[in-house]
């Protein structure tokens, strides 16, 4: 599946990221073009003999319930092209169907989801999805996606298909989706759905080495405190 966004040319995509004219040509364009790439793939494949068995020790206590430990769906990636993203699971089987329950029962709740798309009690963790979720060892299978080019280390949110004409703007379609971002580790990461497309703009705009070095390092802080991402 490949939207129109695919298409896009420097002409198209000017008026809505702004700056997007100015960052193709010259210096800045080497990080963009496949230094961040580069750096990703490096970083993956150091982190791979540490990360890979403990993924495996995690995997296996999530499966002491007698389901898969990993979870996989569908998201949108860069150019709108879909791909699946892997998370260890952190929820209780037949989510879903919990989900539409509680909502159904708890106007706020469903206010909340409407608006942000995430809650801040949410049903259908468990109670050690909830320690992979606030220490972000969950997003480790991810590194698979950043390996084959699915995603990034650093970028915007992923976001699901039915979550798409709820976003305005246009940048997220220009990146590479991240496991962290500048959203992820911000102090207004409860705002609403529609706000995430502010900080992925921004994002785009100032991208640079150093601006991915300083999510990463702001990411670090994230996880030690155990606030998830």
Same mark, same amino acid.
């Given at each position: 599946?490949?939207?129109?966004?695919?298409?896009?040319?420097?002409?198209?995509?000017? $008026? %809505? /990221?702004?700056?997007?004219?100015?960052?193709?040509?010259?210096?800045?364009?080497?990080?963009?073009?496949?230094? #961040?790439?580069? *750096?990703?793939?490096?970083?993956?494949?150091?982190?791979?003999?540490?990360?890979?068995? *403990?993924?495996?020790?995690?995997?296996?206590?999530?499966?002491?319930?007698?389901?898969?430990?990993?979870?996989?769906?569908?998201?949108?990636?860069?150019?709108? @092209?879909?791909?699946?993203?892997?998370?260890?699971?952190?929820?209780?089987?037949?989510?879903?169907?919990?989900?539409?329950?509680?909502?159904?029962?708890?106007?706020?709740?469903?206010?909340?989801?409407?608006?942000?798309?995430?809650? @801040?009690?949410?049903?259908?963790?468990?109670?050690?999805? =909830?320690?992979? &979720?606030?220490?972000?060892?969950?997003?480790?299978? =991810? +590194? *698979?996606?950043?390996?084959?080019?699915?995603? !990034?280390?650093?970028?915007? &949110? $992923?976001?699901?298909?039915?979550?798409?004409?709820?976003?305005?703007?246009?940048?997220?379609?220009?990146?590479?989706?991240?496991? !962290?971002? !500048?959203?992820? /580790? !911000?102090?207004?990461?409860?705002?609403?759905?529609?706000? @995430?497309?502010?900080?992925?703009?921004?994002?785009? @705009?100032? +991208?640079?080495?150093?601006?991915?070095? #300083? %999510?990463?390092?702001?990411?670090?802080?994230?996880?030690?405190?155990?606030?998830?991402?």
């Amino acid at each position: 599946m490949t939207l129109q966004v695919n298409d896009l040319d420097r002409r198209e995509a000017a $008026p %809505i /990221v702004g700056t997007y004219l100015d960052v193709k040509e010259g210096f800045p364009n080497i990080y963009r073009g496949f230094g #961040k790439r580069t *750096l990703d793939i490096a970083l993956v494949l150091l982190a791979a003999p540490f990360v890979v068995p *403990l993924v495996l020790m995690l995997a296996l206590v999530i499966a002491l319930d007698g389901h898969n430990p990993f979870y996989v769906q569908n998201r949108v990636g860069r150019h709108g @092209r879909i791909f699946r993203i892997y998370k260890l699971r952190t929820m209780i089987p037949n989510a879903k169907a919990r989900l539409d329950d509680y909502l159904a029962r708890n106007i706020e709740a469903r206010l909340e989801w409407e608006q942000k798309q995430k809650l @801040r009690k949410d049903p259908r963790v468990t109670k050690f999805g =909830q320690f992979l &979720r606030n220490t972000s060892l969950d997003e480790l299978p =991810q +590194l *698979l996606n950043v390996l084959k080019g699915d995603m !990034s280390l650093i970028g915007p &949110r $992923p976001m699901m298909i039915e979550q798409m004409s709820m976003y305005p703007g246009m940048a997220y379609y220009l990146m590479r989706p991240g496991i !962290s971002g !500048s959203w992820q /580790v !911000s102090d207004r990461n409860g705002t609403t759905f529609a706000a @995430r497309s502010n900080f992925d703009t921004e994002y785009y @705009r100032e +991208l640079t080495f150093w601006s991915d070095l #300083k %999510i990463i390092l702001r990411t670090l802080v994230v996880v030690m405190r155990g606030t998830g991402c």
